[in-house]
């Protein structure tokens, strides 16, 4: 891990050391710079973290990343953690000119500014990247919900294929057999019918039987007085009377 030195004698790491060991992306680092007034202000290439600076860091990530505060919230929690006047030194400012830039100095220092003027611009453009990147993250998130959700209906609508399957496997046993039994029930009918035929058919017989009998009976009942007056008649004959 590379390291440099401040001007209080600090040893201080470097945005790419920040950023490997709080596990972050640099434009976070840089985005976290210009929301956070207790970082200080950071340009150019002396973009240097001591120990304070590190605390700093490691609290906001704790709000942002494990807190889950939006921005305003952070700032109000890491004020109260570290107040304006704990607020650590920013990098080292560059010396002061000792004469009015001349020539090339003048050249130079109008090279500085435009680098100035486009990390600058870097720095917004990469807030810019990284809020993009936090919208195409919150996306991904809604259309893997989306695709779960649509997967889970899919599941469902499967499920409810199937048991209808069933549904209609069971109805069209039930209607052949409900066909069976109707089938049953019509030749069960016919058996009724025709044995109440025959037995209307024995019934007439046996009363036509019956009355056979009976007429039978009564000739015969005739017979037996005719042969009782007959045989009266014989007794008689045969009987002297009483005079005699």
């Avoid at 002061?96 to 500085?112: R, T, Y």
């Avoid at 549904?167 to 009918?189: D, I, K, T, V």
Wanted: hydrophobic letters at 35%; charged letters at 30%; aromatic letters at 2%.
């Amino acid at each position: 891990m590379s390291q440099g030195s401040v001007s209080n004698g600090n040893q201080a790491l470097r945005p790419r050391d920040v950023c490997q060991q709080l596990g972050i992306q640099p434009y976070v680092l840089k985005f976290w710079e210009g929301e956070f007034p207790q970082l200080g202000r950071r340009l150019g290439a002396k973009r240097l973290y001591g120990a304070e600076e590190l605390k700093i860091l490691s609290e906001i990530q704790r709000l942002v990343e494990g807190e889950r505060l939006n921005l305003g919230q952070a700032r109000e929690e890491l004020a109260r953690a570290f107040p304006s006047d704990e607020a650590p030194e920013p990098g080292p400012a560059p010396p002061p000119a000792a004469a009015p830039p001349s020539g090339g100095e003048s050249v130079l220092n109008e090279a500085k500014e435009k680098i100035r003027r486009l990390e600058e611009q870097v720095a917004a453009l990469e807030v810019q990247l990284a809020e993009k990147d936090a919208e195409v993250e919150s996306l991904r998130h809604r259309h893997q919900q989306a695709a779960k959700a649509a997967a889970e209906v899919e599941r469902e609508r499967d499920t409810m294929a199937q048991r209808v399957d069933r549904l209609e496997a069971a109805a069209g046993r039930l209607e052949s057999h409900s066909r069976q039994l109707e089938e049953e029930l019509e030749a069960a009918r016919a058996d009724n019918a025709r044995l109440d035929a025959a037995l209307a058919s024995q019934r007439e017989a046996g009363a036509d039987q019956h009355r056979r009998m009976l007429d039978r009976l009564r000739l015969a009942h005739e017979e037996i007085q005719a042969l009782g007056q007959a045989l009266d008649e014989v007794y008689r004959a045969l009987t002297p009377s009483s005079s005699e």
